[in-house]
């Protein structure tokens, strides 16, 4: 049986944002690689880039944009590595 998952229970910005304050290397991390790890065709990574600059990004761009922290996690992650990393072919 598949579950169904509720609009009201989805993760969003102020919810990432009050793991990422508290502890950016547990919850933060894990939820930011997870987000990239199944969007990384969004955007282009110099090769030289570590998680740690990536998770700082994600966390800089939702304090930057405190005004959209009611929205869904995941769109904000990737906005933030798509404004960072953009691709030269704009995908």
Do not use: W
């Not at 793991?19 to 969007?39: K, M, Q, R």
């Not at 944009?65 to 990737?78: C, E, F, R, T």
């Amino acid at each position: 049986m598949v579950g169904t998952v509720q609009a009201d229970h989805m993760t969003t910005g102020n919810d990432l944002m009050r793991h990422c304050l508290a502890s950016p290397d547990n919850f933060c991390a894990g939820y930011i690689v997870g987000v990239i790890d199944t969007s990384h065709t969004l955007f282009c990574f110099p090769h030289e880039v570590t998680k740690g600059e990536i998770i700082d990004i994600a966390i800089v761009y939702l304090r930057d944009h405190s005004d959209k922290l009611g929205m869904y996690a995941p769109n904000l992650v990737i906005n933030a590595m798509r404004a960072a990393f953009p691709c030269k072919d704009a995908r």
